[in-house]
């Protein structure tokens, strides 16, 4: 099975930057569509962003133009690029598993989670 660790969360301020980083290893790792939920107290997780194994992305429309998805499959990374962050980005970050790649979005596998808080 795949295993996700997620790094590189922290505090940021607004109009900033940040890269999360989500290490994957596993025997099919590289083959696994990818992606990034978030989650505050009180509230369901939520979709951010996901890749394919290919590179093809897709994005929630709150980070769309914001945040950038990539994947190194040499490395078994997947990274998510957070530019000019809002403080509604605060929240903890999930790296995922896909089950496939579109929408809807479900996840075989999760990260432990990273937080990300966005100070105004």
């Known amino acids: 099975q795949v295993q996700l660790v997620e790094s590189g969360g922290g505090l940021v301020q607004a109009g900033g930057s940040l890269r999360l980083s989500c290490a994957t290893s596993?025997?099919?790792?590289?083959?696994?569509?990818m992606g990034w939920f978030r989650q505050v107290p009180g509230k369901e997780r939520e979709f951010v962003a996901a890749?394919?194994?290919?590179?093809?992305?897709s994005y929630a429309d709150s980070v769309k133009g914001r945040f950038t998805i990539s994947r190194d499959n040499a490395k078994n990374i997947v990274y998510l690029q957070m530019n000019s962050p809002k403080p509604e980005d605060t929240a903890v970050y999930y790296c995922?598993?896909?089950?496939?790649?579109?929408?809807?979005?479900?996840?075989?596998?999760w990260g432990q989670g990273t937080q990300v808080t966005v100070s105004s």
């Open positions: 995922a598993a896909l089950r496939k790649y579109g929408s809807p979005w479900y996840a075989d596998r």
């Open positions: 596993g025997r099919t790792s590289s083959s696994y569509a």
């Open positions: 890749i394919s194994w290919s590179g093809s992305t």
